[in-house]
């Protein structure tokens, strides 16, 4: 799309419905700030749109729209030039939020659905690595490609030609969705859940038991109970006194009566 939007207005014979060249001119200045939006807005439908959008008609219906969508935009994007010049801005932004929602839509949705297509957890990690670098050689390759035909379209006066070949890829990858199926998630590991050893059952067992039969009092209340079992042995009430005393007078007072006397 930048390449598109910043390649030279063209003044050859335009024939329709196929031969035209040129792009839309834009400074780079205007080309960064639709770029900039582009951003902002992906953040933006990543949290909110995707969400929603996946809660209400599902993953698998959900990417099969845009797959079905993709195609008709990438063969509308070309045509933009032939617009008035009033109108051609605002199309631009038109693709652009367009072509922007179906990725945030796509990529994650494939990735849900290959985490669910996983048998087991223990295979999830070589199919979402075996994604990525499918997903990085297509990126290594396509803008080669496409810009190699972007090229020859430009000196063969049909302009189209990289965009309809994206179009027609768009097209052979909507038909191959019909073939996908969606695997409901709580199926996803059911075969590791049942592949529980007897060892770790016992290990559960005897952990179980061990924590069930420790004592609850605390550090604190052992300290204390032992002081006061120190103290006990210390002090035997055993050999305390308990006759009453009857003599309550203080000795200055029995001098004084022994005086008197």
């Not at 038109?94 to 994650?108: D, E, G, R």
């Not at 189209?160 to 179009?167: D, I, N, Q, S, Y």
């Not at 199926?181 to 770790?200: A, H, K, L, T």
């Not at 005897?206 to 120190?230: C, F, V, W």
């Amino acid at each position: 799309m930048p390449v598109f939007l910043s390649t030279p207005k063209s003044d050859d014979a335009i024939v329709l419905p196929l031969k035209f060249t040129g792009g839309l001119g834009l400074p780079t200045k205007t080309i960064g700030f639709m770029l900039a939006v582009q951003g902002v807005y992906s953040m933006i439908a990543q949290l909110w749109l995707f969400p929603f959008v996946v809660k209400h008609f599902g993953t698998l219906r959900t990417f099969r729209f845009v797959l079905l969508a993709w195609p008709p935009l990438y063969l509308a994007v070309p045509y933009l030039i032939l617009l008035p010049a009033k109108l051609q801005m605002p199309a631009v932004y038109v693709a652009l939020i367009s072509k922007i929602t179906f990725h945030v839509i796509a990529f994650p949705a494939i990735a849900i659905l290959l985490a669910n297509a996983a048998p087991t957890s223990k295979v999830l990690g070589s199919i979402n690595g075996a994604a990525a670098s499918t997903a990085s050689l297509s990126r290594a390759f396509g803008p080669t490609v496409t810009g190699l035909l972007h090229t020859r379209g430009l000196l063969s006066g049909y302009s189209v030609l990289a965009w309809w070949a994206c179009g027609l890829v768009c097209v052979v990858g909507a038909i191959q969705s019909f073939w996908m199926e969606e695997s409901p998630e709580p199926e996803r590991f059911r075969d590791q859940d049942s592949e529980v050893s007897e060892s770790e059952l016992k290990h559960e067992t005897m952990s179980t038991d061990s924590y069930a039969g420790r004592d609850s009092i605390s550090e604190e209340e052992q300290r204390l109970l032992s002081l006061r079992s120190s103290l006990d042995q210390e002090f035997d009430v055993s050999t305390l006194s308990l006759d009453p005393i009857h003599d309550f007078s203080t000795p200055a007072e029995t001098d004084l009566s022994s005086t008197r006397l």
